[in-house]
């Protein structure tokens, strides 16, 4: 049985590592100046950097729903956005590898996703709870964990939520 290659197992290191091969390459004056080095360096790390924003995307998007659920539990979507959370998590496991924690920005990823779904909710009349964390309240690692769930993510954020008194 053949071993995984890198491309199979990381292909964010991969590309990184194919790109900086191809830079190399474009630099020794003994090859042709026929290839564009610099711009098929730059696609190979497009390629890594793509599946880093498909990642964050499919996350982005949990955190949104898990948002919304918390700040309208009696809203009638409720039972669509947990379905959606976990199609959303599954390709979120299925694609994430540990060189992309470092990679993303997992503050912003939070940040956005409180004003995405503020934005969302007073579409439909609701607001977005109050008391929130300024800071991203999940590990990744918790984040992208097969055991992740929306009730276990509820009650964490639950729990973060500050009440008006609260000084952390």
């Known amino acids: 049985m053949e071993?995984?290659?890198?491309?199979?197992?990381?292909?964010?290191?991969?590309?990184?590592?194919?790109a900086a091969a191809v830079r190399a390459l474009a630099s020794r004056s003994d090859l042709s100046n026929v290839l564009d080095w610099e711009n098929i360096?730059?696609?190979?790390?497009?390629?890594?950097?793509?599946?880093i924003q498909g990642v964050e995307s499919a996350l982005l998007l949990v955190l949104i729903h898990v948002l919304k659920y918390l700040s309208a539990p009696s809203a009638q979507s409720t039972?669509?956005?947990?379905?959606?959370?976990?199609?959303?998590?599954?390709?979120a496991c299925r694609?994430?590898?540990?060189?992309?924690?470092?990679?993303?920005?997992?503050?912003?990823?939070?940040?956005?996703?409180?004003?995405?779904?503020?934005?969302?909710?007073?579409?439909?009349?609701?607001?977005?709870v109050?008391?929130?964390?300024?800071?991203?309240?999940?590990?990744?690692?918790?984040?992208?964990?097969?055991?992740?769930?929306?009730d276990?993510?509820?009650a964490r954020l639950a729990a973060a939520v500050e009440t008006p008194g609260d000084h952390h």
């Open 3 to 18: 071993q995984p290659s890198l491309y199979d197992d990381d292909i964010v290191t991969w590309a990184e590592e194919q």
């Open 41 to 51: 360096a730059e696609e190979i790390e497009s390629l890594g950097r793509s599946q």
């Open 79 to 91: 039972r669509s956005w947990r379905v959606e959370v976990v199609a959303f998590h599954a390709t």
């Open 95 to 128: 694609n994430y590898k540990r060189s992309m924690r470092q990679r993303i920005d997992w503050q912003d990823l939070w940040t956005t996703a409180k004003a995405n779904a503020d934005v969302s909710l007073k579409m439909f009349g609701d607001r977005l």
């Open 130 to 150: 109050g008391g929130l964390p300024e800071t991203m309240p999940f590990e990744p690692e918790e984040l992208v964990s097969k055991t992740f769930d929306m």
């Open 152 to 154: 276990w993510a509820l």
